[in-house]
Antibody
Framework: QVQLVQSGAEVKKPGSSVKVSCKPSGDTFNTYTFSWVRQAPGQGPEWVGRIIPILDVTNYAQNFQGRVTITADKSTSTVYMELSSLRSEDTAVYYC??????????????WGQGTLVTVS | EIVLTQSPGTLSLSPGERATLSCRASQSVTNSYLAWYQQRRGQAPRLLIYGASTRATGIPDRFSGSGSGTDFTLTISRLEPEDFAVYYCQQYGSSPSTFGQGTKVESK
């Protein structure tokens, strides 16, 4: 069963940046897309952006354009999300989630365990 | 972007009862690209249904999805103790993909 293992919790100051990693188990890195989805306390999930590692193509939600960068390191099969100019409203659990390459936007399965980012 | 409105906000039911959850979209969802997720407290969301009605691998057949256009439904035929959780719908027919605000199914 594929698992996505994310890096640990972060506490950041307003105005700084955070970089979260996600490493899938198994041999799925080049055959799927990987998205980042965040969930603020008590809220529904919100799609941040995605990367197709084999094509090195990225798409970002308009709400995060200019502040988020998603990258993939093919040598270590790891996906990263960096969010800059952090503000208190960015406090949330950030999930990495896998999606098929069949459509531009997809469902997500599985999800990583989540990384809590606290901006304070 | 497409706004998804889920109802009710909270559903109070007993084990063995039937649960019916609604997800309404602000505009038609292309190709019925609508998914449902279950999120237990402190856990990541888990995919239940995609394509409005296709169960994901390993999901019990008491979970079923239906609908098209702007109106979608998740039905849990007989609630088991582990089904008490929050459920989210997601549309992926248009970019950006968006989620509803969730329905909490709680034990009466």
């Amino acid at each position: 069963q594929v698992q996505l293992v994310q890096s640990g919790a972060e506490v950041k100051k307003p105005g700084s940046s955070v970089k979260v990693s996600c490493k899938p188990s198994g041999d799925t890195f080049n055959t799927y897309t990987f998205s980042w989805v965040r969930q603020a306390p008590g809220q529904g999930p919100e799609w941040v952006g995605r990367i197709i590692p084999i094509l090195d193509v990225t798409n970002y939600a308009q709400n995060f354009q200019g502040r988020v960068t998603i990258t993939a390191d093919k040598s270590t099969s790891t996906v990263y999300m960096e969010l800059s100019s952090l503000r208190s409203e960015d406090t949330a659990v950030y999930y990495c989630a896998r999606g098929p390459m069949t459509t531009p936007t997809t469902w997500f399965d599985p999800w990583g365990q989540g990384t809590l980012v606290t901006v304070s | 972007e497409i706004v998804l409105t889920q109802s009710p906000g909270t559903l109070s039911l007993s084990p063995g009862e039937r649960a019916t959850l609604s997800c309404r979209a602000s505009q038609s969802v292309t190709n019925s690209y609508l998914a449902w997720y279950q999120q237990r407290r402190g856990q990541a969301p888990r995919l239940l249904i995609y394509g409005a009605s296709t169960r994901a691998t390993g999901i019990p057949d008491r979970f079923s999805g239906s609908g098209s256009g702007t109106d979608f439904t998740l039905t849990i035929s007989r609630l088991e103790p582990e089904d008490f959780a929050v459920y989210y719908c997601q549309q992926y027919g248009s970019s950006p993909s968006t989620f509803g605000q969730g329905t909490k199914v709680e034990s009466k």
